[in-house]
């Protein structure tokens, strides 16, 4: 979602403004009216893009999930041309910091409403995490090849649990710069790899 540079769709405003809203008072707190209100159509204008709420949170969390592993992807990719797996790491590592930063409200629509979903896209939602995760233990231990494989996967989930931390941060506006904020988170994941793999 953020990485677009052109101008949002309609579809697009809601699903961002309803990630705003679910993240700030909870799926149940919001109603449709709101939602629509907030990107300036009618409330039953919303069901010309979605079902409802429910179709509106199964594709924030399954989309960005599907979009979080399709950038690692293409990052890999992209680093296959002769970039060593330190790079690609460092690569990785930027293109989840920029999600932690552009996407705030879906990281704790994720925590807190992953439950909501219906079971078929819960589980997918887990598929595209596990493979997501799969594919940074296999450049970790590039990095670090004396790590088994258990140790690389624990870490990396200790990574995304650092980055992932950004909603408890403060507000966007009191952080000390996003290159600052990038930077220093940068850093904390690649010293924590470090540490792992010593």
Excluded: C
């Excluded at 707190?29 to 204008?45: K, L, N």
């Excluded at 992932?164 to 988170?185: F, V, W």
Aim: hydrophobic fraction near 45%; charged fraction near 25%.
């Amino acid at each position: 979602m953020a990485t677009r540079t052109d101008a949002p769709t309609r579809r697009e405003q809601i699903l961002k403004e309803a990630a705003r809203l679910f993240a700030e008072r909870g799926f149940h707190g919001v109603g449709v009216d709101e939602i629509g209100a907030a990107v300036g159509i009618s409330g039953p204008g919303l069901y010309r893009h979605f079902a409802g709420k429910d179709a509106m949170l199964a594709e924030l969390l399954v989309g960005i999930s599907g979009q979080l592993l399709t950038g690692a992807k293409r990052r890999v990719a992209e680093a296959d041309g002769g970039a060593g797996a330190e790079a690609v790491l460092d690569s990785l590592i930027e293109g989840h910091i920029d999600f932690a930063l552009d996407d705030r409200p879906l990281i704790t629509l994720h925590d807190r409403e992953l439950d909501r979903l219906r079971d078929s896209d819960r589980k997918m939602v887990r598929q595209l995490q596990r493979q997501y995760v799969e594919l940074w233990v296999g450049v970790v231990r590039e990095v670090y090849p004396g790590l088994g494989e258990p140790a690389a996967r624990s870490a990396v989930h200790s990574v995304f649990g650092l980055l992932n931390s950004t909603p408890h941060l403060g507000r966007a506006g009191s952080l000390p710069g996003r290159g600052a904020t990038a930077e220093l988170l940068h850093r904390m994941a690649r010293g924590a790899f470090a540490a792992v793999g010593l």
